[in-house]
């Protein structure tokens, strides 16, 4: 199985700081990314991502961790975290950079214990995949979430990357949900299969949790077609 941004994570870790990785999508541009960017600290992070920190509370599921940057400023304000990636090489970096509780694990196979917050940051519906299967994952959170928990999640309207017509409507390829893309990763000549990513607009992902059993705010809005939400049951 590839796990090329893990290695990536993993070599900055080890001491490659200049390390970097390209991104691209089916609608975007490749794009260069210093690895350095997903080991942050707290100053340095977007304000939603600080904004979603700050109202964590109670035991923690970092969901998506990557290099931990989010679980170990967490941890240093005295939280109980459990963090989860399905990058090996991003729990592994995670670990030397000491986050305390990390594991490999996809979050729909996270069983057993509840969570006051569970976090889901930096496009946190992009683990979702498609639109169709954001009910199962929204199913999901409500087995892990305490009655009174939250989910703290953040992503992107992408309706300004599409043409619009004379009629004002977007034009999409083959008539799909429009923040559905295909994502490929480079790191050092190699390249990744295309994979599932998905950016939720927020009244979509409104009319989504509503029907499975939430209740949607909108936290903050960012200045660039994002934003944080908070999720708490019905």
Known sequence: MQDIFGQALLDYQLGDHHAEILTETNISEE????????????????????????????????????AGSHSLWLQQQGLDVHAIDISPGAVQAARLRGVKDVEH?????????????ILMLMNGS?????????????????????????????????QYLYPEGDDGAIWIPAGRY?????????????????????????????????????????????????????????
């Open 31 to 66: 794009e260069a990314v210093p690895v350095q960017y997903f080991f942050r600290m707290y100053d340095d992070m977007p304000p939603l991502e600080q904004i979603a920190l700050q109202r964590s509370d109670g035991k923690v599921l970092d969901v998506g961790c990557g």
């Open 126 to 158: 992009g683990i979702m995949e498609k639109l169709d299967k954001v009910p199962f994952y929204l199913d999901q959170l409500k087995k892990l979430i305490t009655p009174t928990g939250q989910v703290l999640l953040d992503s992107s309207d992408l």
């Open 178 to 234: 429009y923040g559905e893309v295909d994502y490929w990763v480079s790191y050092k000549n190699e390249k990744s299969h295309p994979f599932p990513m998905l950016y939720l607009d927020s009244a979509t992902l409104s009319e989504l949790a509503r029907a499975a059993g939430w209740q949607m705010e909108i936290v903050q809005e960012g200045e660039h077609f994002d934003y944080l939400a908070r999720l708490t049951l019905l």
């Open 105 to 117: 694990r996809n979050l729909l196979d996270v069983t057993g214990t509840t969570y006051d917050t």
